[in-house]
C-alpha cells in the first residue's frame, strides 16, 4: 500500500495548505458523497452556536446589543472590523440593509478579538450544558477532537474568506472546544465553496434562500424571511424570476419544477465536490472515523434541545 505524504504550498493568503499524496505523487481522495454526507452529519455541533442561549448572552456581555448584531459581529469578528458589505458578501443569503444596521457599529462596541474570546466562552458553557461533564471528558471526545482539527488544517482557504479566517484564530486548548473550532473552520470551507457553486448557479443570495426552503429541508420560509431581514414583497418578486426561469412552479406556495430539483442537485453535489479536499487529504478511514465518533455527540445535543422544535425547520415527514 502506498504511504501518503503531505504536500504543503503557499497560498496567497500566507495559510499553508497541505494535500496528501501517494508516493508515487498521486493525490489520494475520498468520494465526495462520503466526505460530504460526513461533513453535514458534523455540521450540528458547530449550528448549535446559533440558538444556543449563551451565545447572546456573552456577546451581549462583551458589549454588543441583543439580536441579530450577535450573530453578524460573532461570526463575522473572525475577519477583524470588515464593512457590512463585506459580512454580507460572505454570509450572502442576508438582506444586505439588515446588515447595515448592525455592522459597523458593532465594532464601536466590542473589538473583534473581545468578540472571539466571549464566542469560546459561551461555546464552552453551552457545551458543557448540553453534554456534560461525562461526555466532554470522554477519550472519544478528546479523539474526535484530534481527527478533526487535523482535517481542519488541511483545509485550502483560495477563495475562502470566512476559512481563512477562522484557520487563522489561535487553537483553544481544551478537547470540546477544539472539536467545535475544527467542525466551525470545516463548516465556513464547505461554507464558501457553496457560495462558489450558487454564484455559478445564477441564484443571488436570495434566489438561494427561496430555492433552498423550497426543498422542504430547511428553514421554514416565514423563518427564513424574518431571520434573513427579507420582506414578503421581496421575497416575491425573486420566487416571480425563479418560476420565469423555470425554476419553481406556479403555485403560491414556492415548490421546485423538474428543473429546480436538478438545480439544487447539481448545487449540492458540486458543494460536496469542492468540499472534498481536506477530507482526501485526511484519507478516508480517519475521515469515516471521525463522522463516528461525532455522531453520538450531535445525537445529544439533539436530544437536549440544541435546535427549537417548531416555528424554524421544516417539519420531516
Not at 451581549?60 to 454580507?88: D, E, Q
Not at 436538478?262 to 472515523?289: F, H, K, M, N, Y
Request: overall charge negative; some cysteine; hydrophobic content about 45%.
Amino acid at each position: 500500500m502506498a504511504i501518503a505524504t503531505p504536500n504543503t504550498h503557499e497560498v496567497g493568503s500566507g495559510l499553508r495548505c497541505q494535500r496528501a499524496v501517494g508516493s508515487g505523487g498521486s493525490v489520494r481522495h475520498v468520494d465526495h458523497i462520503v466526505s460530504g454526507r460526513i461533513a453535514r452529519g458534523l455540521e450540528p455541533f458547530h449550528a448549535m452556536t446559533y440558538f444556543a442561549p449563551e451565545t447572546e448572552q456573552y456577546l451581549a456581555a462583551a458589549g454588543l446589543k441583543p439580536g441579530r448584531m450577535c450573530y453578524f459581529a460573532g461570526r463575522g469578528a473572525p475577519m477583524g472590523a470588515v464593512s457590512a458589505s463585506v459580512v454580507a458578501a460572505t454570509f450572502y443569503n442576508f438582506n444586505p440593509d439588515m446588515v447595515a444596521r448592525h455592522i459597523p457599529a458593532a465594532w464601536s462596541l466590542a473589538t473583534p478579538s473581545a468578540l472571539v474570546d466571549a464566542r469560546f466562552a459561551a461555546v464552552d458553557a453551552a457545551l458543557r450544558r448540553l453534554l456534560g461533564d461525562e461526555l466532554i471528558a470522554s477519550p472519544e471526545l478528546a479523539e474526535a477532537a484530534e481527527l478533526a482539527r487535523r482535517v481542519a488544517q488541511l483545509c485550502c482557504c483560495e477563495g475562502r474568506p470566512l476559512a481563512a479566517a477562522h484557520l487563522e484564530l489561535d487553537w483553544p486548548e481544551q478537547s470540546h472546544l477544539v472539536l467545535w473550532h475544527a467542525i466551525s473552520i470545516l463548516r465556513e470551507h464547505r461554507g464558501d465553496g457553496h457560495l462558489a457553486a450558487l454564484l455559478d448557479a445564477d441564484l443571488n443570495g436570495l434566489q438561494a434562500l427561496i430555492t433552498h426552503t423550497a426543498t422542504g429541508k430547511g428553514f421554514l420560509p416565514s423563518f427564513a424571511k424574518a431571520s434573513r431581514g427579507w420582506s414578503d414583497e421581496q421575497w416575491d418578486a425573486e420566487a416571480d424570476v425563479l418560476r420565469e426561469r423555470g425554476v419553481l412552479d406556479s403555485g403560491d406556495e414556492p415548490a421546485l419544477t423538474e428543473v429546480g430539483e436538478a438545480l439544487r442537485q447539481r448545487i449540492e453535489g458540486e458543494t460536496d465536490r469542492l468540499g472534498g479536499g481536506p477530507w482526501s487529504a485526511l484519507g478516508e478511514d480517519e475521515a469515516v472515523r471521525l463522522g463516528e465518533l461525532v455522531r453520538p455527540l450531535v445525537r445529544t445535543l439533539l436530544k437536549a434541545g440544541c435546535f427549537p422544535s417548531e416555528g424554524v425547520f421544516t417539519p420531516r415527514g
